[in-house]
C-alpha cells in the first residue's frame, strides 16, 4: 500500500527552493505549506463535497403521440429547486435542479402529445387545452460512495403530479420516484463533481421514462383518457 | 560533456522506461448461435449495461473503446455512438425499460416509431457488453517524502489487474441471439521508485478492449 509523509516544520528562512515571490505570498512558511499542502491531498481525495447542476439537455421521447393539447405548469418553488446537504465528514453537497426542469418538461410533453403549452395558472388554462400537467419535486436524496462502500452515486428524486382538467378540476394525483446512478470510476479525481451531476442526470431522463410509460396506465388518467379519446 | 551525455541520455532512458510496460495475458472466447453478416448500409451499437441500484456496470470508456475500435481500422463498421442511440431511442434503452433479454425485443418492435428509427438508423446488431476490470492483488510499499531540501519517493509497488468482459450480440432485424463474445485479461503493473517513482503499467483493460473489439469485428463479418 502506498504511503504519503509529508514533512512540514522547516522554517520559514529554510533553503527551500523558491523564489521571493513565493515568500512574499508565504508559501515558504508553515502554514503556507501546510495548506497547499492540504489542498492538493483535497483534490487528490475528492473530499470536500460538491455544488452541480442538471445540464438542461433532454432527449424527446420516441412514443406515440396522443391527441391532446396539453398545458403544463411549473411553479416558482420547482424551477428555483437546489438541494442543500450537509454531510458529516464529506462537506457541503448541492444539486441544483430547478434549470433542468423547463427543458425536461418540454421535451417530456413535446414527445407525449401532439400540443403542450406552459401555462401560468393550473386552474384557468387557456379554453383550447385538453389538461394541466402539474409536476412537482417532492423530496431529494443522495448517497456517495464513501457512505455506501460502493462505487456509486446515487439520486433519487420525488415527483408529486397533478393532473388538471381543461377547466381547472383536480382529475389525479400520484407520486413518481426517480432514481439515477454514476460509477465514481468513471471520472477520475474530479468525481465528486462529475459523478454526482451524472448521476442527477441520470435521475432526471429516469423521471422522464417512467412518466412516459408510466402516464397511460395511472387509474384516473387511465380514465380520462378513455373519455377523451 | 558531462552535461551533454546527462542532457541526450537522459530523455533517451525516460523513453526507453515509458516504453517498457506490464506483461499482459488475453484470452478470448466465441460463442456462435446464428449465422452473422452485414451489409454496407448495416451499423451497430455498443451498449453498456446499466443496471439497477449498486450492481456492477461496465465502465464508460471501455464501451467507448471497443465502439471506437470496431468503427476504425481493417473491416470498420457504420458504429452508432452509445450516447445518440439512447438518445435516438428514449425512452427504450435507458436502464428502467432497457431489453434484458432477446425475448423481450418483438414487443419492443411493436412499437411503430421505435422500428422507423430503427429502419432509419439502419441498426442490424445491438452489442451488449457486460464486465469490468478490477484490481486483483497488490503488495509492496512505497515512502514519499517532502522536505525543505527537496522531495523523493522509494519503495516498490506491484498490483495485478484481472479484466473480464463479455458481449451479448443481438440481431435487432430477426429478433434473436447470435452469440456471445467474452475477453479476459490479467496484468501485473510494477512502481519501483528510488528517488523518482517510474510505473510500469500493464495494459489490461486497453489489451481487452482492442480483443474484444476484434473479435466481435470478425464474428460479425465472418458469415459462418
Known amino acids: 500500500m502506498a504511503s504519503v509523509t509529508a514533512m512540514i516544520g522547516a522554517p520559514a528562512n529554510s533553503t527551500f527552493a523558491g523564489s521571493r515571490e513565493s515568500s512574499r505570498y508565504g508559501l515558504r512558511s508553515k502554514a503556507g505549506r501546510a495548506a497547499l499542502l492540504i489542498a492538493a491531498v483535497g483534490v487528490l481525495t475528492g473530499c470536500g463535497g460538491a455544488s452541480v447542476a442538471v445540464p438542461t439537455s433532454f432527449p424527446i421521447p420516441l412514443v406515440e403521440k396522443l391527441p391532446l393539447k396539453m398545458g403544463v405548469y411549473l411553479n416558482p418553488e420547482l424551477l428555483a429547486y437546489v438541494h442543500n446537504e450537509k454531510l458529516e465528514s464529506s462537506g457541503n453537497w448541492s444539486i441544483s435542479l430547478g434549470d433542468a426542469q423547463q427543458p425536461m418538461f418540454k421535451n417530456l410533453l413535446t414527445g407525449m402529445f401532439d400540443q403542450m403549452e406552459f401555462v401560468a395558472d393550473p386552474q384557468s388554462p387557456p379554453a383550447n387545452l385538453d389538461g394541466v400537467l402539474v409536476p412537482n419535486i417532492e423530496e431529494v436524496q443522495f448517497s456517495i460512495p464513501s457512505q455506501t462502500r460502493s462505487d456509486y452515486y446515487e439520486v433519487w428524486i420525488r415527483y408529486q403530479f397533478k393532473l388538471y382538467s381543461g377547466d381547472g378540476q383536480l382529475l389525479a394525483d400520484w407520486p413518481l420516484t426517480a432514481y439515477g446512478k454514476a460509477n465514481e470510476r468513471n471520472y477520475g479525481m474530479q468525481s465528486n463533481q462529475q459523478g454526482l451531476q451524472a448521476a442527477a442526470l441520470a435521475a432526471c431522463r429516469d423521471a422522464m421514462a417512467f412518466f412516459t410509460i408510466q402516464f397511460q396506465g395511472v387509474p384516473p388518467v387511465k380514465d380520462w383518457l378513455a373519455a377523451k379519446l | ?224
Open chain 2, 1 to 224: 560533456m558531462t552535461r551533454y551525455l546527462r542532457l541526450t541520455l537522459l530523455p533517451l532512458a525516460m523513453a526507453a522506461i515509458a516504453g517498457l510496460g506490464g506483461c499482459v495475458t488475453s484470452t478470448v472466447q466465441e460463442i456462435r448461435e446464428s449465422a452473422t453478416g452485414m451489409d454496407a448500409t448495416d451499423s451497430i451499437v455498443v451498449l453498456g449495461r446499466r443496471g439497477r441500484p449498486r450492481t456492477g456496470e461496465t465502465e464508460l470508456d471501455f464501451v467507448s473503446c471497443v465502439s471506437r475500435n470496431m468503427g476504425s481500422g481493417s473491416n470498420r463498421l457504420n458504429v452508432i455512438d452509445e450516447q445518440t442511440f439512447t438518445d435516438a431511442l428514449f425512452p427504450w434503452f435507458e436502464p428502467r425499460t432497457a431489453p434484458v433479454n432477446t425475448s423481450d425485443l418483438p414487443e419492443l418492435m411493436a412499437i411503430p416509431a421505435l422500428t422507423a428509427r430503427l429502419d432509419e438508423l439502419g441498426l442490424r446488431y445491438l452489442i451488449w457488453v457486460q464486465g469490468s476490470t478490477k484490481r486483483t492483488e497488490s503488495a509492496g510499499s512505497l515512502t514519499c517524502t517532502i522536505t525543505p531540501g527537496g522531495a523523493g519517493c522509494f519503495g516498490f509497488l506491484t498490483w495485478e489487474k484481472d479484466s473480464s468482459y463479455e458481449a451479448s450480440v443481438w440481431d435487432v432485424r430477426n429478433g434473436i441471439s447470435a452469440g456471445k463474445v467474452s475477453s479476459d485479461a490479467t496484468g501485473t503493473s510494477y512502481m519501483p521508485a528510488l528517488i523518482i517513482p517510474l510505473p510500469f503499467i500493464a495494459p489490461v483493460r486497453s489489451s481487452a478492449c482492442s480483443s474484444l473489439a476484434n473479435q466481435l469485428k470478425s464474428f460479425l463479418i465472418d458469415e459462418t
